[in-house]
Antibody, heavy 122, light 107 residues
Framework: EVQLLESGGGLVQPGGSLRLSCAAS????????MHWVRQVTGKGLEWVSS???????YYPDSVKGRFTISREVAKNSLYLQLSSLRAGDTAVYFC????????????????WGRGTTVTVSS | EIVMTQSPATLSVSPGERATLSCRAS??????LAWYQQKPGQAPRLLIY???TRATGIPARFSGSGSGTEFTLTISSLQSEDFAVYYC?????????FGQGTKVEIK
């Protein structure tokens, strides 16, 4: 069964750091682009980072320079390092697989984890 | 950044009726448009990609159309399990953006 399982969320103070993990199973992890998407409670979805199978990484301006996406193929794991955290980063963070590719990107997210909650508060 | 605008914010529909949801892009995204369904406490579920291609296992009552800047998701006959929030996503380049969502509620 294809599955993604996030972990690592928690309560952190403003300015602090946290590392999220996403364990992948049931598919060839190294062959897929992977993404992180977050959702503030009761609000919409916001893309926060991508790592392509080529190794290239991408971020929106809202997190660029503060968040770092990485992957460890040997462990079938995706990571998101969060730093300089702000109250506005409080959200559920989902990892997702880029399952369908068009125009050189694989950003259609066909498999999602259940999410891990990050709360930034003093 | 490409801004995605969904309308209406809330759609009240009776079971068995048709629901039509709209998504507009601030600039052309060609057919690089996906739709997702999300129920409370759950992760999003991919319904449609390429503007009109149903994902694996998605019932035929879900259909997508459009290209460029105007897109539509149609649910032909709403079932009880279809009441949820629906998001569109453009992926025209490496920077994806989502719409703010349309909540489909029971009338």
């Amino acid at each position: 069964e294809v599955q993604l399982l996030e972990s690592g969320g928690g309560l952190v103070q403003p300015g602090g750091s946290l590392r999220l993990s996403c364990a992948a199973s049931g598919f060839t992890f190294s062959s897929y682009d992977m993404h992180w998407v977050r959702q503030v409670t009761g609000k919409g979805l916001e893309w926060v980072s991508s790592i392509f199978s080529s190794g290239y990484t991408y971020y929106p301006d809202s997190v660029k320079g503060r968040f770092t996406i990485s992957r460890e193929v040997a462990k079938n794991s995706l990571y998101l390092q969060l730093s300089s955290l702000r109250a506005g980063d409080t959200a559920v963070y989902f990892c997702a697989r880029g399952g369908y590719c068009t125009g050189g990107t694989c950003s259609v997210m066909d498999v999602w984890g259940r999410g891990t909650t990050v709360t930034v508060s003093s | 950044e490409i801004v995605m605008t969904q309308s209406p914010a809330t759609l009240s529909v009776s079971p068995g009726e048709r629901a039509t949801l709209s998504c507009r892009a601030s600039q052309s995204v060609s057919s690089n448009l996906a739709w997702y369904q999300q129920k409370p406490g759950q992760a999003p579920r991919l319904l449609i990609y390429g503007a009109s291609t149903r994902a694996t296992g998605i019932p035929a009552r879900f259909s997508g159309s459009g290209s460029g800047t105007e897109f539509t998701l149609t649910i032909s006959s709403l079932q009880s399990e279809d009441f949820a929030v629906y998001y569109c996503q453009q992926y025209n380049n490496w920077a994806s953006t989502f719409g703010q969502g349309t909540k489909v509620e029971i009338k």
